[in-house]
T-cell receptor
Framework: DAMVIQNPRYQVTQFGKPVTLSCSQT?????MYWYQQKSSQAPKLLFH???????NEADTPDNFQSRRPNTSFCFLDIRSPGLGDAAMYLC???????????FGQGTRLTVV | GENVEQHPSTLSVQEGDSAVIKCTYS??????FPWYKQELGKRPQLIID?????GEKKDQRIAVTLNKTAKHFSLHITETQPEDSAVYFC??????????FGSGTRLQVQP
């Protein structure tokens, strides 16, 4: 039944050790987003794709990268996680611009 | 850059009262304005949205109003219930594309 699936739900990584978060969708939506949400804050947009057209926000740290190998999957790579990168990472999809965004359950990242 | 401002940051109401949350946006080209509800530990979920060609939209106890001239839109919840307690986020497209979220309003409905 799940339409936007994120794995894992919880990820613990060591300071400086690369980590990859994954997202898959069964909706065949054109747009996929990655948001970072820290405690008691709004989701902050990191990247988005329209199909293969990639866009990163101006203030997204270089430490963060993304890949979308096909319509269904999208990955968030954090090359050298710092303590400040601990957060909930939310993947979302939408059929196009200016349409409802469907969120996955998120991956809670802990950096130790 | 484009931004979305939301207030109040917290709102406490008695069960049965109404709640109003307001947002302003900066990009005059924005034409889609959703509201999301996020319960503790859960994903944001759309509760209502409005497009720029209408001024108001209702869905049972929830309504959204849009003033394009003033560049603000509001969420109205009537007859509030304890299960309405959550964080509510407004959003608007930036650069006419991806959604930027407001800072959120924590609504507490007191029984």
């Amino acid at each position: 039944d799940a339409m936007v699936i994120q794995n894992p739900r919880y990820q613990v990584t060591q300071f400086g050790k690369p980590v990859t978060l994954s997202c898959s969708q069964t909706l065949n939506h054109n747009v996929m987003y990655w948001y970072q949400q820290k405690s008691s804050q709004a989701p902050k947009l990191l990247f988005h794709y329209y199909d293969k057209d990639f866009n990163n926000e101006a203030d997204t740290p270089d430490n963060f990268q993304s890949r979308r190998p096909n319509t269904s999957f999208c990955f968030l790579d954090i090359r050298s996680p710092g303590l400040g990168d601990a957060a909930m990472y939310l993947c979302a999809t939408s059929i196009g611009w200016n349409t409802e965004a469907f969120f996955g359950q998120g991956t809670r990242l802990t950096v130790v | 850059g484009e931004n979305v401002e939301q207030h109040p940051s917290t709102l406490s109401v008695q069960e049965g009262d109404s709640a109003v949350i307001k947002c302003t946006y900066s990009d005059s080209a924005s034409n889609y304005f959703p509201w999301y509800k996020q319960e503790l530990g859960k994903r944001p979920q759309l509760i209502i949205d409005i497009r720029s060609n209408v001024g108001e939209k209702k869905d049972q106890r929830i309504a959204v109003t849009l003033n394009k001239t003033a560049k603000h839109f509001s969420l109205h919840i009537t007859e509030t219930q304890p299960e309405d307690s959550a964080v509510y986020f407004c959003a608007a497209p930036t650069g006419r594309r991806a959604l930027t979220f407001g800072s959120g309003t924590r609504l507490q409905v007191q029984p």
